[in-house]
Structures are given as structure tokens and as C-alpha cells.
């Protein structure tokens, strides 16, 4: 716990100690900044317990059709050895042919979600390959978390983003980033209004004043947003504090921090 209030990392990429040294360089590549952790299981839980965080959302994502099933394996393995601090989304790789054995392998292994990176995997979030993801998720009432915006690419753009949605008006998705990483403004004028969607906060506090924040937030409603420290990104304890320091109530934080993720998933 932080002070108060009970706290789920809901949005933590870890990869294997032997390749998790690459990995981060590579995140750090992308997004142009240097990463707080190292990416690995052990330290996400070592930092995020220092933190005052109760329980994470583990994933990974797949750049090829050739990692899926590893992916996932590793992701089952992480969490089965710490069932009471993690729970897992295992990945797909829109563009694969093998996209149903793939889900339904990721289903066997008791992962609770798919996470879905179409600017990583060059695949658009209102393309055939996510919608087909989309339509096995949302027959079977499984969430999808999905990263959302990039002012340098047009994968999951808001305009894209709503298509998507429009499309599966039952399926459960959250939109990382408060719904478009860079691009939140254009974000909250596009998705607010769809139901279905829940948002993440990670890696939009480091851009964004206290006021743009909690204007972006009371846009979505504090019910749909979600809390996440894009491990190994940021620092979660620097996070949580930029949360808190925005202006919401104690309630308010208490469904951000915790209580909207676990009913989302449908766990205490």
C-alpha cells in the first residue's frame, strides 16, 4: 500500500534476465529517454514493493509471429511463480496465420488478457489483423490492452482507434496512455464517448502538467481510468505521486489506483 490506498501497476512489460538488457535498450530507442528499471521480474517486484504497490499486470509484446507462444509461456511461468503479486496478458502478433492457435494456446495457459502494440508490430489497430484479435476477445469476454497514439506514426491513431471501436461495441479494451501517447488532446476529443474503453495513465504524467492530467482524466470519467507505470519506464513511486498531487478525491484515487482495474478483470 501507498499511504491509504492499495495500489495495481496495471501496465508492466518484463522480459527474461537474459534478454531484458536488450529489450529496455530497445524501448529506450524508441521513445528517446532512459528507462527507470531493468525489465526483469525480480526488479519490477523488488522497486514496485519499495513503491507501495500491491499487485502488477504483466505482458510483453511480440514484434514477430515467432515469439507468441514464448512470449506467453514466459509470461504463465512469471505469474504461476507469483500468483499473488502478478496477473498476466500474453500477446499476439496480428499479422501471423496462426492467429486463433495462437489465442486459444494463450487461453490454456490462463492468461487474462491479450496486450496488443501496433506501432511496434507495424499493424494497424482498425486492420484486419487486430480485428480478427478483436473478435476472439470479444466473443469470449476477454480484455485487450492496447497502446494507443504516436504523433510520429498513424497505427493507433484516435481516428483508427475509434473504428475499432465503433466495430466491437462489447469488447473490453483499454487504451494505454490515456488513450494516445503524445496525442491526448486529439485522444479525448475522439474515444471519450465510447463505453467500452478504459484508459491507462502510464507514461502521460511525465508529459503533461497536473492540470492537463486531471482535465484528460475527468474527460474519461474516474471510473475508466486506470493506473500504470509503464515498467520499467518511469519510476511507479514518482507516478503514483503525480497522481495524487493532481487534485482527485480519495474515492476517486481509490478507483484509479485499484478498484477499476480489479473489477475490470473481475478479481478482488
Request: one cysteine or more; proline letters at 3%.
Amino acid at each position: 500500500m501507498f499511504g491509504d490506498f492499495r495500489i495495481f501497476d496495471a501496465h508492466c512489460h518484463i522480459y527474461p534476465d537474459a534478454i531484458a538488457g536488450r529489450a529496455v535498450d530497445g524501448i529506450d530507442t524508441f521513445y528517446g529517454v532512459l528507462a527507470h528499471g531493468k525489465g526483469t521480474v525480480n526488479d519490477l517486484i523488488e522497486k514496485g514493493t519499495a513503491a507501495g504497490v500491491d499487485r502488477f499486470l504483466v505482458h510483453s509484446v511480440a514484434t514477430s509471429e515467432h515469439q507468441v507462444q514464448s512470449i506467453n509461456e514466459f509470461i504463465a511461468g512469471e505469474t504461476a511463480k507469483h500468483p499473488d503479486r502478478l496477473i498476466g496478458f500474453g500477446t499476439l502478433f496480428p499479422d501471423s496465420e496462426a492467429v486463433e492457435e495462437d489465442y486459444e494456446h494463450l487461453r490454456s495457459l490462463g492468461l487474462k488478457g491479450v496486450k496488443l502494440h501496433p506501432d511496434f508490430q507495424r499493424s494497424p489497430v482498425d486492420g484486419n489483423g487486430c480485428n480478427k484479435i478483436f473478435d476472439l476477445c470479444e466473443r469470449d469476454g476477454i480484455p485487450v490492452l492496447v497502446h494507443f497514439g504516436d504523433i510520429r506514426q498513424d497505427y493507433s491513431n484516435p481516428e483508427r482507434a475509434a473504428k475499432a471501436l465503433v466495430k466491437h461495441p462489447s469488447l473490453k479494451i483499454i487504451g494505454a496512455h490515456l488513450g494516445g501517447w503524445s496525442i491526448w488532446k486529439e485522444a479525448a476529443e475522439k474515444l471519450t464517448e465510447f463505453e467500452n474503453l478504459w484508459v491507462d495513465c502510464c507514461s502521460s504524467t511525465a508529459y503533461l502538467s497536473d492540470s492537463e492530467f486531471y482535465r484528460y482524466v475527468e474527460k474519461y470519467g474516474t471510473k475508466r481510468v486506470i493506473f500504470g507505470s509503464d515498467y520499467p519506464m518511469w519510476s511507479c513511486k514518482t507516478e503514483i505521486k503525480s497522481v495524487m498531487r493532481a487534485g482527485f478525491s480519495d474515492d476517486e484515487l481509490r478507483d484509479i489506483f485499484y478498484n477499476n482495474i480489479t473489477r475490470l478483470l473481475g478479481i478482488d
